[in-house]
């Protein structure tokens, strides 16, 4: 879905959400996952955090820009892409290799965060490279598979230089290698401060779409503009309270103002 500049030259903002969601179980639910049920101010739904909530934001967030009369220099684009849950191989890694993609201009991209349940925000700049290491047989189609060739011989003698003592040399560098970018992970690189609000920039433990944008070197931040909110991304009675998401729409309005004016 796009919003034509009236400068089609610049490089444009994309906004992207993905509209799959996790399965539930229907029994560990209080309220119907698939109706919405607004319940004590606060709406019970699968998708109300990750990430339905945050799609229909910025839709409202457009809306009631073009509505006050926003001018909009830059064009605005919204992907609404499938199989993020599962990794994205058949969604936003697809789409980032169109030519439809390119077409778009992108300069800079919005994604999913997190909601924080605390009273400042958190945005992602980056994010866990989700790579996997399969040392004995190849269990999944995505990460790194390990074969060490040893000596073989006799049980009763003490062999050296087996198979199993490489690969122990080699799983113990990437433990290394593992502890080194924990350290990074969870540094918070800065913090913003704007109209009273605090913004924590750090990197996202979890893989989002963002990092197949940032792969084709566009800047692309994880914000899901939600405070004070118990996390329940992917948990039973996921839910988002009125008054935090309706913030959270002002929020978007005033950053998707600023990045396309
Ligand atoms: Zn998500």
Same mark, same amino acid.
């Given at each position: ?27 560990k ?65 697809? /789409?980032?290799? #169109?030519?439809?993609?390119? +077409?778009?201009?992108?300069? $800079?991209?919005?994604?999913?965060g @997190? !909601? ?6 958190l945005?992602f ?63 918070s ?9 605090? /913004?924590?920039? #750090?990197?996202?433990?979890? +893989?989002?779409?963002?990092? $197949?944008?940032?792969?084709?070197? @566009? !800047? ?11 996390l ?30």
């Amino acid at each position: 879905m796009s919003l034509h500049g009236s400068n089609p030259t610049l490089p444009s903002l994309l906004l992207n959400s993905h509209t799959d969601v996790v399965p539930v179980t229907l029994e560990k639910w209080t309220h119907d996952p698939f109706s919405a049920d607004l319940v004590d101010g606060k709406i019970y739904a699968r998708g109300s955090q990750d990430m339905k909530s945050v799609g229909i934001a910025y839709l409202e967030a457009i809306r009631r820009l073009k509505k006050d009369g926003h001018a909009f220099a830059r064009s605005v684009h919204l992907s609404f892409v499938p199989d993020e849950e599962i990794g994205g191989a058949d969604g936003m890694e697809v /789409f980032v290799g #169109t030519d439809m993609f390119k +077409a778009l201009n992108v300069g $800079f991209a919005l994604d999913e965060g @997190i !909601p924080t349940p605390f009273p400042s925000f958190l945005l992602f700049n980056s994010e866990r490279a989700p790579w996997c290491i399969c040392c004995t047989i190849k269990l999944i189609n995505v990460g790194i598979k390990l074969t060490a060739r040893g000596n073989a011989g006799h049980g009763s003698v003490m062999l050296q230089g087996t198979a199993v003592e490489r690969l122990l040399a080699c799983l113990d560098k990437v433990r290394q290698f593992r502890a080194e970018q924990s350290g990074k992970l969870y540094k918070s690189d800065n913090l913003i401060r704007d109209a009273g609000k605090t /913004f924590d920039v #750090t990197t996202f433990t979890g +893989a989002t779409d963002a990092r $197949f944008l940032r792969q084709m070197g @566009i !800047p692309a931040i994880g914000f899901s503009p939600f405070r004070n909110t118990p996390l329940l991304l992917h948990d039973h009675d996921e839910h988002i309270g009125i008054d935090v998401y309706l913030e959270g729409i002002s929020i978007y309005q005033s950053i998707i103002a600023s990045l396309t004016s």
